[in-house]
Structures are given as structure tokens and as C-alpha cells.
């Protein structure tokens, strides 16, 4: 049985007579081929990923399972329609936090039409993509049983300014997460520190892409994901970094990509920052070392 996702928070959403991604209860995500070049090219980007044994185990983990294509209904009613397979992320996950970010202050590719190119600037100019290396694209905050989440319109998150960025950031992370109230940042040290957290697989990935030059990552996001009731019940916060998004990944040439690793930069220090915060925070209230799960990165991508 196939249906639409709960959890989805950006992209084109199926229903209604349009096409958009599925799953089932097996735990698979099947995305719609798009009809044009984009389709085809990120299915050669999945296949090549999967069988390039230059790619480390542990940065594996960080891309969604890839099980091949497959012939299914669309959601729009059209027919049987290829579809890429993949890891469903949200599976087992039942009121997840999520925030979808595009990184890169650059979200087309140099090969790309000058129409296109023209209508991806305009865009990366009017949202925060060209002022701070990255942008929010979607996302929905649980909040409690009663209120559920909080879902902003995706027209108010394509206005955000840097400062709402970073409300947004530490708003993921508080215990008061409703709009109006000044975030507390409860969770920071939980969702965001630790070995598992947030902040160290996004510095996994950015020693990685330091050194990788097999792709160029257009237009891809990095998803992040929490479990706000699980860390309440002192329990796994299920703090977790996913990239998707990968219709627009172009061979890197032996040249490092530095539009997706300047973005991944400008990320780390926001989380560095509100982590810091935090922790001052905490030690102020309870005499504890204000650098107490506090990690420091030099983003500096001039290498």
C-alpha cells in the first residue's frame, strides 16, 4: 500500500492530482522520475555513488539507501510511472522535528541553461542562499500532543532573513518553540552536542568534502532531524544529518567543491554558535564549564 508522506516539508507534494513522492510500510521512499534530464541525472548519480569505492563507510550513512528504480502508479493518476527507490529517512520516526537546507550560495550547476541560471540567481539573491552559503527550504517543529507542529507557509520561509534563520536553528532545538516566545535552547547541547549530535556528523561530512572531488552538489539539501519527545523522555534524541536532492550533481573533476563546502561552513557556525550560547547558559545556571560540549571548527575553505 502506497501513500502520501507525513513528514514531507519541502518539494513537490503528491495529492490532489499532482505528482510527488510516495511511500509504503516497508520503509521505502519512491520518488517520481521528473520528465526532463533531471530525472535520468539523478539516477546516474545514485548508481554512481553506490558503486564508487572511494566513498568511505561512514559517509555512506549520510545518503539516503538507493534500491534501484521501479515502475509504479503515479500519484497524479497518470499511469505506471518510474520512480527512484530509496530509504524512506522518516521511517520509525513518529513526530519528527525536520529542517530541510539547501546548501550553497550557488544553487545551479555552470553547464546549466542561461535561463535557468537566471531564474536559480534570482532566487538565491532574494532568499538568504547568496548572504549566508545556505537557505531553509522547508520545515515543521513538534511542539506537543496538544499544538502538534508548527509548519510555517513555505511563502513566509522564502523571506527569511539571517536572523530568522537563526531563530529558526534554535527553535529546533527549545522546549518552547512556539512563535512569540524567545526560544531556550533546552536541547542544544543533546540534539546539537555530543559525539552523535548534529554539529559533529555535519563536521564528518565537512572534513569530507575538504578533500572529495568526485562530485559537485547543485541544489542539494541537507536534512536535519530530531525526536523532541524521545530527549524529554531522557531518551535518544535521534539527532540525524541526511543529504537528498541530487538531480542537479555534477562530476567534480578533481576540483573540491567549494560552493557546497563554504555552505556546510557558514551552517557549522551558526549550530557552533547557538551551542555556545547554550552552553554559557547552562553554566551560568548551574557553575558548570561554559565550554562544556562546545566544539570549534575553522571553517576556513580557502584550501
Known sequence: MLRVPNHQ????????????????????????????????????????????TNIPNHIRRFFPTFHGTQLI???????????LVLQDIFSGHLNPSIVDIKIGSRTWNPQASEDYIQKCFMKDTERSSLALGFRIDGLQIY???????????????????????????????SSNSSAGVDPDCTFASIVYGGSGGILAQLLELKEWFEHQTIFHFYSCSVLMVCEKESVMKKMSSGAEVKLVDFAHVVEGKGIIDHNFLGGLCSLIKFISEILTCSDVHTAKASLQDPRKNYIYTNCDTDK
Open 9 to 52: 516539508v519541502a518539494g513537490h507534494r503528491a495529492g490532489d492530482g499532482k505528482l510527488g513522492p510516495l511511500v509504503d510500510d516497508s520503509g521505502l521512499f519512491y520518488k517520481p522520475l521528473q520528465s526532463d534530464d533531471r530525472g535520468s541525472k539523478e539516477v546516474f548519480f545514485y548508481t554512481s555513488f553506490s558503486s564508487n
Open 143 to 173: 511542539e506537543s500532543e496538544g499544538s502538534g507542529f508548527w509548519k510555517p507557509d513555505r511563502k513566509l520561509i522564502h523571506k527569511y532573513t539571517a536572523e530568522d534563520v537563526r531563530l529558526v536553528l534554535r527553535r529546533f532545538v
Open 73 to 83: 502508479e503515479a500519484s497524479d493518476g497518470s499511469g505506471k510511472q518510474p520512480h
